[in-house]
């Protein structure tokens, strides 16, 4: 049962282009949700985050929108560049557990 | 301030063999997560450590084991390898004493059973 659903499973865009992740869950317990960066040979960087009474945030060039009722939430990164090239991963996890459930990623492609 | 450290980086088992994976957290973090990471599964929780007792526990079969140390520091350990046990393990640290604080990976030990 795949609880944290995400697509694209891959994404290739321009650079200077806006690269979109998107992620739905099913679990309502879930009340915080990360977006983690890897890549290859590393382990995932977290790279921002965002509790469901917050519709949006945004960091430098990432923004996440979090949309409660429809229980999605998507990356947005804004003048992707090509050292944006890696495997995102959305994930959420519930109030008293550690335990992160991911998706199966994204891998992104930015081309020059 | 130190990351997560993940000792050995690469390891190589046949079947049958068994093996323990080293993970030191972030200083003062207190709760350590273990993951595994396939092409075919993705990411999936192992089970969770805090103060030396396990909270959380994933869906694996028994074989697959752990512990903390009073010093914060984890192992895990896997018995009587599976091929399908070739993966990349990841541990994660957190402050792990108040909800949803961020987990902070280690670049993983990357097990191969031959």
């Known amino acids: 049962q795949q609880q944290v659903k995400q697509s694209p499973q891959s994404l290739i865009v321009q650079k200077g282009g806006i690269s979109i992740i998107n992620c739905a869950y099913e679990?309502?317990?879930?009340?915080?949700f990360p977006w983690y960066q890897q890549f290859p040979g590393k382990g995932p960087a977290l790279l921002i985050a965002i509790r469901p009474d917050v519709s949006e945030k945004k960091e430098g060039r990432f923004t996440i929108s979090f949309n409660k009722s429809a229980k999605q939430f998507s990356l947005h990164i804004m003048d992707s560049q090509p050292g944006d090239s890696a495997t995102y991963f959305c994930?959420?996890?519930?109030?008293?557990?550690?335990?992160?459930?991911f998706g199966k990623g994204t891998k992104l492609t930015v081309n020059p | 301030k130190a990351g997560v450290t993940q000792t050995p980086r690469y390891l190589i088992k046949t079947r049958g063999q068994q093996v323990t994976l080293s993970c030191s957290p972030i200083s003062g973090h207190r709760s350590v997560s273990w993951y595994q990471q396939t092409p075919g599964q993705g990411l999936q929780f192992l089970f969770e450590y805090f103060s030396e007792t396990q909270r959380n526990k994933g869906n694996f079969p028994g074989r697959f084991s752990g512990r903390q140390f009073s010093n914060s520091r984890s192992e895990m350990n896997v018995s009587t390898l599976e091929l399908g046990d070739s993966a990349l393990y990841l541990c994660?640290?957190?402050?792990?004493?108040?909800?949803?604080?961020?987990?902070?990976f280690g670049d993983g030990t990357r097990l191969s059973i031959l």
């Open positions: 994930a959420a996890i519930g109030s008293g557990s550690e335990k992160l459930v």
């Open positions: 679990n309502t317990a879930f009340d915080y």
């Open positions: 994660a640290s957190s402050l792990g004493s108040h909800p949803n604080q961020p987990q902070h």
